[in-house]
């Protein structure tokens, strides 16, 4: 096999994976948050997470130890005063910012999907209720029509008399390519490390002065 095939094979293969969607199924109701990870074809559930076994009272103790270790290096090192902490992350804003924008246009939300059931007693207090569904709902879709690619949606207010209180349903799907994350985390990353570097070497400089 010629090595300009061997390229080949490999750009194609890169190729495909750069194409594999990775993104989360989110969704919230009243029987609580449940998270699963999307990559590809594969779904892992986050949350609600499995149930793990008690750990031993060795565990917990070896456990508390680090801890402890852990907020002691924490507090030496506010003692020490590293200049400048503050300052530098302000200085991160920006590109913190410019990352969000773009981070908007990459992802893709497959479904948005909201249903309140409007829990009241009476005509009135329903009446209420739907009006201020409505609205809120009215706020929450310009935000995502503008600012996101969205391939479907579904909005639902219901009222339930018998209810004492609101019930709300989200379901959100959203996805990106490896290859749109791969290049936004190498950007990004980037810009932020540099202008780190920098606003550190000029904390290190007015201390020094």
Not at 49 to 75: D, H, L, V
Not at 143 to 150: Q, S
């Amino acid at each position: 096999m010629s090595w300009w095939l061997i390229v080949l094979i490999i750009l194609l293969a890169l190729f495909l994976i750069g194409r594999i969607r990775i993104g989360a199924r989110i969704r919230y109701d009243t029987r609580g948050l449940a998270v699963t990870v999307i990559a590809g074809p594969a779904r892992l559930r986050v949350l609600p997470a499995k149930e793990r076994p008690e750990k031993s009272e060795q565990e917990r103790e070896k456990w508390k130890k680090k801890r402890a270790e852990k907020e002691r290096r924490k507090a030496a090192d506010r003692k020490e005063g590293k200049p400048g902490t503050l300052a530098r992350l302000m200085d991160l804003l920006p590109v913190l910012a410019e990352a969000a924008g773009a981070l908007r246009r990459k992802i893709l939300i497959h479904s948005l999907d909201l249903k309140v059931v409007w829990g009241a007693p009476d005509a009135a207090g329903a009446a209420i209720g739907f009006g201020r569904a409505h609205a809120m709902i009215g706020m929450i879709w310009p935000f995502f029509d503008h600012n996101f690619r969205v391939r479907r949606h579904a909005f639902q207010v219901d009222v339930d008399y018998e209810a004492h209180h609101p019930e709300v349903a989200v379901g959100l799907e959203l996805t990106m390519t490896i290859g749109q994350a791969l290049a936004f985390v190498l950007r990004y990353s980037g810009k932020a490390l540099i202008k780190w570097s920098r606003s550190g070497q000029r904390s290190q400089r007015r201390q020094e002065a």
